[in-house]
């Protein structure tokens, strides 16, 4: 899979500016998805697994570690870890009835789908953020601003040209 990580621009001063800018983009995907028909899903699909590819992994990889260490919320950083492979397990069903010409269930499948994503979002945004926020000191939280805008830059997924 190819992914535009244009798609997904660093937007915000600190993880969690960036993160919840990443929500509004993933939450208009979802409304898209949900609304879409014949070619058009197949394309918001696309679109919404790799913004999500690149989201997920800033958070599995930086975010949900420093909600456990920084904010000392272990429990929390299961349970976001745990609904994301969850929800990575519901878009894999989906692109499995697109690319299997199986869509009989998709709308309904693509309504729980985002609604779980909705769901998961919310919770970071009010309780998981805001407890990382408090408790992170200036230097945590610049340290965490930093190290996701590094990791951001370092994401190029693309198909290498054969010769």
């Given at each position: 899979?190819?992914?535009?990580?244009?798609?997904?621009?660093?937007?915000?001063?600190?993880?969690?500016?960036?993160?919840?800018?990443?929500?509004?983009?993933?939450?208009?995907?979802?409304?898209?998805?949900?609304?879409?028909?014949?070619?058009?899903?197949?394309?918001?699909?696309?679109?919404?697994?790799?913004?999500?590819?690149?989201?997920?992994?800033?958070?599995?990889?930086?975010?949900?570690?420093?909600?456990?260490?920084?904010?000392?919320?272990?429990?929390?950083?299961?349970?976001l870890y745990h609904e994301t492979a969850e929800a990575d397990t519901a878009l894999f069903e989906l692109d499995?009835?697109?690319?299997?010409?199986?869509?009989?269930?998709?709308?309904?499948?693509?309504?729980?789908?985002?609604?779980?994503?909705?769901?998961?979002?919310?919770?970071?945004?009010?309780?998981?953020?805001?407890?990382?926020?408090?408790?992170?000191?200036?230097?945590?939280?610049?340290?965490?601003?930093?190290?996701?805008?590094?990791?951001?830059?370092?994401?190029?997924?693309?198909?290498?040209?054969?010769?």
């Amino acid at each position: 899979m190819q992914i535009d990580t244009t798609l997904l621009p660093v937007r915000g001063n600190d993880a969690v500016e960036i993160l919840r800018n990443d929500h509004q983009v993933i939450k208009t995907l979802l409304t898209e998805l949900t609304e879409a028909v014949g070619p058009r899903r197949e394309q918001v699909l696309e679109q919404l697994k790799g913004v999500l590819t690149i989201h997920n992994a800033t958070e599995e990889n930086l975010v949900y570690p420093a909600i456990n260490k920084v904010a000392g919320s272990k429990l929390e950083a299961q349970h976001l870890y745990h609904e994301t492979a969850e929800a990575d397990t519901a878009l894999f069903e989906l692109d499995s009835m697109l690319k299997e010409r199986d869509e009989s269930e998709f709308g309904t499948k693509a309504e729980k789908f985002a609604e779980a994503v909705r769901h998961h979002i919310e919770e970071e945004e009010q309780k998981a953020f805001p407890r990382l926020q408090e408790n992170a000191d200036a230097r945590h939280s610049e340290i965490l601003a930093e190290s996701v805008k590094t990791f951001r830059k370092s994401l190029h997924f693309e198909t290498p040209s054969i010769a």
